[in-house]
């Protein structure tokens, strides 16, 4: 049992995140707040959202980085839709939102399976393209706090509980908790409860077997990448959500520390291999440092210097540990 | 008997050359059809055919009493047709018991997956084949035997009515074979039918009920076990008389090339000690895990060794890296030529002077090109090699081209010392004979050969002396009048597994 543990990576970031919470506590208790737990849990809810999609593409074998051009279109486009036609209401951004990461996770997928392009360098062209229309049609200029429709507001003020802090500060759950409590729930059902999420691990394993076995490869990547587009739209209003203020030039460039923070959970580039808790713990520990520095004392610029130390780190330690199995069934790749 | 199949007059031709030739093939319940021939003699197109994943040209297809003149995979499952191809096509990541049940629960167009369900199909057909598998370990931390039996029991799942194997024993070890070929007459015991496709010919005449030889994409007939011995079915395959070429040791010359001294690697081998003289061609033989494999790249500097002495012509050498191993004058064949061997894209003329770049090349590092064309037209005029010209991809030539290919890339630096680790698998006989020829070439002219091998006919016509290796120890040293012996064969095969059996038990559960 413990054997099994400690082999899983999971194990280690858990263990990471529990000494440095420790460390940055001792130095400033104020870290170590229902407060501080708080406000934290609700910054990390767009990136938990994109990273569920990220996952399931890096467990096909594939690698996205349109999704936050996607995002930024689905929250932009729905907000200024929002404030065009009056209708005040979330559901209806939700809906606008999620149907445009539909068409353009859509569009990925079709591009990825009729062309056989490497998914990389489709969505890295999809992305521009997702960027530019956008700017074309909706256009680049920022909607600030007072512009915002009052429904977007209450959503980024929506508490489910709430507490008062000795300080006098309320403070509680952020409601932007509900839809990644949901996502979260549904992408573990599609991946370990239906044929579907088999069928993108076994993809990730080797597409030449998965059409022996008979999985239909299209639908497969239809879904994946539909997927990531519904994720990265619903993503889009919570982020307009929690920053009360749409520049529609943000977000696009922040791609690659989700994926980061994916393959620090364990997801591996080359396919078939990654878990859901694995994500979490990885978003967890780059929204740590993101937000912790501060508490030590460290200007934000050290914030990529770590993200990209822990990213080495944690690929290296599963790199060695391949290696010295490799060197057991007498395979020397170096 | 009852007809399961029955394939008429087959024709398939790419680009104006017959793959296949008005070919018949029929299989009955509860047979073993052994189909054998050379590479590229046509069996791999007729698998594809009867799997639905080409259409043949011309001919028909009865199966169960239905005709069709060309079928589609789903078709074939349905019909009852079942292939384990040479790589499996298994998913390493997903576990034991989703591998097994996958196919099947694909075929029954399930949405929803259930662990239960799973874990019963999975057990079920690890039952009928009497094995038992950690149902949740992942599928890459099985051994190669075990995945073989993982891949039998998914076909098994789909009920198929005829299993189809593409070389099954190719990777595996004696006992392993043995264990994979009882489970294969047990199948048939019980109604099941198996094509069987192998270059092993000693393991078709111990399984086949009906034997079928392919030459050139034509059959040259169906026979019956008893009806050929293996010169005939050696001489049907190839259309020649292949006899393997006897080394003779003739050189006599008292300095030992290469000096191992109590060689040691823990976990790999113990207290390896041996002499290799000019024009020795000296075997080692043992299973796999036996320790051989790990020697050869211990002296190739790949598994550096934790103690003992390498002594090259006299003076003790250190080889920490393939680099220095050259430079001593060392030249290794590998085991797996696909991953460790060839650059499989690159011409067959890049692929034989990579290992001479330096010498052909100027002072600014440009490489002669008509000096590089002369010596790879040399190389393959000497070592026979049979392709189109020197610009051909290496990974369009058969198997016993390209290994004549890799051997010649190793000639060319004219090496003192050349091992070859096990350089005749998934090479037709008859390119068997000519690489032995070959290697025996080499030896006369004062080389010193290593031949790492497990079959024993290949040992017996090349090495003048013989090292046994069981369990990481030299268990024993043949000479050349040893190897004279009439019973020697059965000798080596059990100082070869001596104690195999009880440790196979014990690796078992």
Redesign the interface.
Known sequence: MLKRLLSRNETYLIVIILIYSIIVGIKNPAFLSYENFFDMLRASSGKLLLALGVLIVLISGGIDVSFTAIAIFGGYASTKLMLLTKIDNLAFAFIISASIGIILGSINALIIHYFRLPTLIATLGTSSVFFGLMTILVGTKSINAGQMPSSITNFSGARLFERIAPSGNTYGLSAFIIPVILAIFITWFILYRTMLGRGIFAMGNSEESAKRSGFNLFLIRFFIYTYVGILAGIMGVVYVAEVRWVNPISLVGSELSIIAAVVIGGAKLTGGEGTILGAVLGIIIIQLLNSTLVFLGLSSSWNDFFVGLILLISVSITSYQYRLKSRRNLTFSD | MHEILNAINLYKSYGGVHALKDFNFSVNESEIHCLVGENGSGKSTFVKIVVGAISPDEGEIILNNHKYTSLT??QA?HEGIQVI?Q?L??????SVA?NIA??S???KG????NKHEINQIAEAQLKRIGISLDLSMPLEELSTANRQLVAICRALSLDAKILFMDEPTTALTKVEVDRLLSIILELKQRGLSIVFISHKLNEVFEVADRITILRDGKKVGDYKPYELDYKKLTYYMTGREVEYPRYKHETSNNKPLLEIKSLTKKGNYENISLKLYPGDILGIIGLLGSGR??LA?SLFG??PPDKGEIIIDGKPVNISSPLDARKVGIGLLPEDRQTKGLFPKKSILENITVSVLNRISSNFGVVNRNLQIELCNDAIKSMHIVAPNFDTPIQSLSGGNQQKSLVARWAITSPKIFILDSPTVGVDVGSKAEIYDIIQNFASKNVGIILITDELPELLANCNKVFVMHNGQIVAELSEDDLKEENISIKIQDLMSANEKSLHQNTKD
Do not use: G, Q
């Not at chain 2, 096509?89 to 997903?94: M, W």
């Not at chain 2, 399930?110 to 997956?113: E, F, R």
């Open positions: 995979p789903i499952i191809y790589d096509s298994l998913f390493a990541h997903l989703e996958i196919n629960l694909i075929a399930k949405n929803l997956i494999t790990e790249l790949l598994n």
